[in-house]
């Protein structure tokens, strides 16, 4: 089978992990290194990584969200935020590989496209993180680390125990490192006729 095809048959949510198994920084940097190819609306690279491997911060965390022992036995606990104002941050700087005509052509288009939009601004910085939540997973896969998404926690006492900066929101976690226990069958698939249209619904 096709590795691509199969990172992505073979993936699941991991539910226990090895926590004797540590990750080192080079491989943690690598993993997110490659998460950061995720694309972005208008390259605004609005996702924020956070890399939870203190204990105490953990447990804290793991207190918040339903007990789940991911949180404490994975090697790293990623929690992904999306700035919703990156969009405002000087944003010829995520074109600055391109000509400055280019530069100010995007800054104009960001501008227009969310200013005094904030759904927009929200719904986009998540469309874009949830995408880079998956390219970690996969990421990760690609190491021989198994992962778990997870969104299972109390939003609002994460962002106090993680001091969340005022212009991110919480999207998600993904815990990652070596799974213990293989996950259990799977839940089962809606049949694909359910889940796809064409042309029009
Ligand atoms: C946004 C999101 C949040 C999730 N939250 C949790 C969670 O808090 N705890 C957990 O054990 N699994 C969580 N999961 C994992 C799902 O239960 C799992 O992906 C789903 O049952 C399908 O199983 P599979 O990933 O093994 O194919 C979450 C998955 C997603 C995508």
């Known amino acids: 089978m096709n590795a691509i095809i199969e990172a992505i048959r073979t993936r699941r949510a991991q539910k226990s992990f090895d926590p004797s198994y540590t990750i080192s920084d080079e491989e943690l940097t690598s993993i997110l290194d490659t998460t950061r190819y995720a694309p972005t609306a208008f390259n605004l690279q609005n996702y924020r990584f956070l890399v939870v ?3 105490e911060q953990r447990r804290k965390i793991k207190e918040v969200a339903w007990n789940q022992p991911q949180i404490e036995e994975c090697a790293a606990l990623i929690i992904i935020c999306a700035d919703t104002q990156a969009w405002q941050k000087d944003p010829a700087r995520y074109w600055k590989d ?9 800054t104009g288009m960001i501008r227009q496209y969310y200013e005094g939009k904030p759904q927009v601004q929200r719904d986009e910085a998540f469309r874009s993180s949830g995408i880079a939540a998956y390219a970690l997973m996969m990421a990760a896969a690609a190491h021989g680390l198994q992962t778990c998404p997870m969104d299972g926690f109390d939003f609002g006492s994460v962002a106090e125990i993680i001091r969340l900066p005022k212009d991110y929101e919480l999207v998600m976690f993904v815990a990652l490192g070596k799974g213990l226990e293989a996950p259990k069958g799977r839940g089962g698939f809606l049949p694909l006729e359910e889940i796809v249209a064409h042309d029009t619904f």
């Open 98 to 106: 391109t000509p400055e005509q280019v530069q100010e052509l995007y």
């Open 53 to 55: 491997r203190d204990a």
